[in-house]
């Protein structure tokens, strides 16, 4: 769903479905928010402080006083905005005669959660078949551990072996593969944020399975 296209009353659905979401999640979860928003948020950051840095790309349009405004009300910091970085690496939207560059997807975190997060820039060169640009969050967290009854063994792929690099190479063209066949299923169709969430989890899932395996579990 391009936002861009909507008109009023649908944006307002699509943003009052947003919230009502959001308010779902429970306080204390860690909270992550990101699509493509069509939204410009500019370097003014006046009366958004709390949830923006001055490191936006351009002026903010429409979109972005709808998303601004709903990241103000639910404390989710805009990632893209707090950290300085080159407009290069802040562009996640070029047109196709180069004239315009605009910073218009974004990675958001819950207020709370905000020094998890480590930087957010934009990887030129990803062949993702898109005019736009992956946008990516570097995050360290603190996960608690949840103990279960009984003795549960997770399997872990074998993530050593991207260190070769014919392997790496052979994960790299794989998972595009996988990506490319994925976008080519849902051209056209109408597709939520789990449906999103699924196709990506399990194109990179199989693609490990497929390209690196698991590790041994040696018994203690």
């Given at each position: ?121 934009t ?51 794989v ?18 944020v ?8 399990e ?7 497929e ?10």
């Amino acid at each position: 769903m391009r936002l861009e296209r909507l008109n009023e009353d649908a944006k307002d659905q699509f943003y009052n479905r947003l919230q009502s979401i959001i308010e779902k999640c429970p306080t204390k979860d860690l909270t992550i928010l990101m699509r493509d928003f069509n939204a410009k948020v500019r370097t003014d950051n006046t009366g958004y402080e709390d949830i923006m840095g001055r490191h936006e790309l351009g002026e903010r349009n429409e979109n972005g006083e709808r998303f601004a405004n709903l990241c103000a009300f639910n404390k989710l910091v805009i990632g893209g905005t707090i950290f300085p970085h080159k407009n290069i690496h802040k562009t996640t939207w070029t047109s196709q005669d180069h004239t315009t560059q605009n910073q218009i997807e974004h990675i958001c975190i819950n207020k709370r959660s905000r020094r998890t997060m480590e930087d957010v820039r934009t990887k030129r060169g990803a062949d993702i078949a898109s005019d736009h640009h992956l946008l990516v969050a570097k995050m360290k967290l603190k996960l608690k551990k949840h103990w279960t009854m009984g003795r549960i063994i997770s399997q872990k792929f074998n993530t050593a072996f991207l260190q070769d690099t014919d392997r790496l190479n052979k994960f790299k063209i794989v998972l595009s593969n996988k990506f490319q066949a994925f976008h080519d299923l849902l051209n056209g169709e109408g597709t939520t944020v789990e449906s999103d969430w699924k196709g990506i989890k399990e194109a990179i899932t199989s693609t490990c399975h497929e390209v690196l395996g698991h590790k041994k579990h040696h018994h203690k």
